[in-house]
């Protein structure tokens, strides 16, 4: 076990580089199944949720390596059929994209069910609904989901989602690339990292349009080719560097990032007093001033995303008045941070979907739990506010999301540092 020991108090003042993001990532690392040949994934981050994805990408007997720090080869020309190795899967959250993949690829998938982050119920019925519509039989128990080709075969089909779900789009974007006929996904997710698997995978061959539209169209395919791609910058864990000169003040140029992807950020963080500038692949954010209150509902792309609740949340704990900040896709997941953040100083009143938070003049530094990712990334943007020493502890499921954290941190003056425990 590790933690995170921070003196807060320092400014936050230089450049940080956003690495690849993990969300599109975890998605392209296995759609690499659906490809026969050699793909090089570039601006890949060096996490924990993508080594597991690595080693079980491995484990079907593909060739992988880290040509340099942040490309991968993966050559998966001998890939065979086989089980995920269960205690694989159960280790991360987005290892349920082996479902479509594995389908896609061989017709039938045998797959534990995901772990990961556990901020709420996370029910995989839409990516049920998929595989169903496209002619698959499945079977589900306690842990693990069963997938085969039913009696017709598997076929294009027309899906209409009854959520907006990131995972059961890709998930049937990865069925569906190599089906026979047309499928179409209706009331699809629009997020960056659905655009990217989609470019990734018309990359390799396939023919899918509409994508970051709620309407995507996948034209099934023979065969997909390699190639090489990179990775687009990670929109949280920007957000996330954007949201901690916001709170601890500072004057900081995030790099690498798509400034379009960041504006349903970039335009809160402007409400509360930021000053925010943004180039063509930068964004400079300084906030000498006082923060004012804002109000804040999360929502599928293009809305707030929840991943920023949290970390949106230790800014209106410090800003002038009371900001509410509505949780609309995950219900449950105040209870991952807020707790912690009581524990610090801050006034959070939570009321079913809506958190009521006002402004305290300082946190105060403490020893914290992170329960989950972006819960750990706002306890440490926390510390870096607060007055004093703050020990953030379980920083694992940080570090499954964020590369390079402390380093990218110290280099803007953060007094931050890992202990093993
Ligand atoms: C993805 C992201 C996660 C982010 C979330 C919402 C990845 C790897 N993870 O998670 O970081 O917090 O999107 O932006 O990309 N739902 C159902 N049935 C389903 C699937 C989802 O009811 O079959 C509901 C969920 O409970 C939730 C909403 O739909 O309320 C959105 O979930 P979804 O977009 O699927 O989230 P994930 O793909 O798990």
Request: hydrophobic share 40%.
């Amino acid at each position: 076990m590790a933690k995170y020991e921070i003196v807060g108090g320092n400014r936050l003042e230089g450049n940080v580089v956003i690495s690849g993001a993990k969300n599109a990532v975890v998605a392209i690392l296995p759609a690499t199944l659906l490809v026969q040949g050699v793909c090089r994934i570039e601006n890949v981050p060096n996490i924990s949720d993508v080594r597991i994805l690595l080693d079980i990408i491995r484990s079907l007997k593909a060739k992988v390596r880290w040509t340099d720090d942040s490309t991968v080869e993966i050559d998966t020309t001998e890939v065979e059929y086989c089980e995920p190795d269960p205690k694989l899967v159960t280790q991360m959250r987005a290892s349920y994209y082996m479902m479509g993949a594995l389908l896609g690829r061989y017709g039938q998938a045998h797959v534990a069910l995901p772990g990961g982050c556990n901020f709420a119920a996370r029910p995989i019925d839409q990516h049920v609904k998929g595989f169903l519509a496209l002619g698959a039989d499945v079977t589900e128990t306690d842990d693990f989901v069963d997938i085969k080709a039913g009696p017709d075969g598997l076929h294009g089909a027309r899906i209409s989602l009854d959520v907006v779900s990131v995972g059961a789009t890709v998930n049937i974007m990865l069925a569906a690339a190599l089906m026979e006929g047309q499928t179409i996904i209706e009331n699809a997710a629009k997020e960056p990292h659905i655009v990217d698997l989609a470019n990734f995978l018309n990359t390799m061959g396939a023919r899918i349009s509409g994508a970051g539209t709620d309407t995507i169209k996948i034209k099934g395919v023979e065969k997909l080719h390699g190639a090489t791609y990179a990775v687009i910058p990670d929109q949280i864990e920007a957000g996330t560097y954007m949201a901690a000169v916001v709170a601890a003040g500072g004057d900081v140029l995030v790099q690498n990032v798509i400034p379009k992807h960041m504006e349903c950020i970039t335009t809160r963080l402007r409400e509360m007093g930021a000053r925010i500038t943004e180039y063509d692949d930068s964004i400079r954010v300084v906030r000498d001033g006082p923060m004012r209150r804002i109000t804040v509902k999360t929502m599928p792309y293009p809305g707030f995303p929840t991943d920023m609740q949290a970390q949106i949340c230790v800014c209106m704990a410090i800003a002038n008045g009371i900001s509410r900040l509505t949780e609309s896709v995950y219900e449950t997941r105040f209870f991952g941070y807020c707790t912690e953040l009581q524990h610090m100083g801050a006034n959070i009143v939570i009321n079913g979907k809506t958190a009521t938070v006002t402004g305290t003049d300082q946190l105060v530094g403490n020893t914290v739990t992170a329960k989950d990712l972006r819960a750990g990334a706002a306890l440490i943007i926390a510390g870096l506010a607060a007055e004093g020493t703050t020990t953030v502890k379980n920083i694992h499921y940080v570090e499954r999301g964020y590369e390079r954290l402390i380093e990218k941190f110290t280099q803007l003056g953060a007094s931050i540092r890992r202990i093993e425990e």
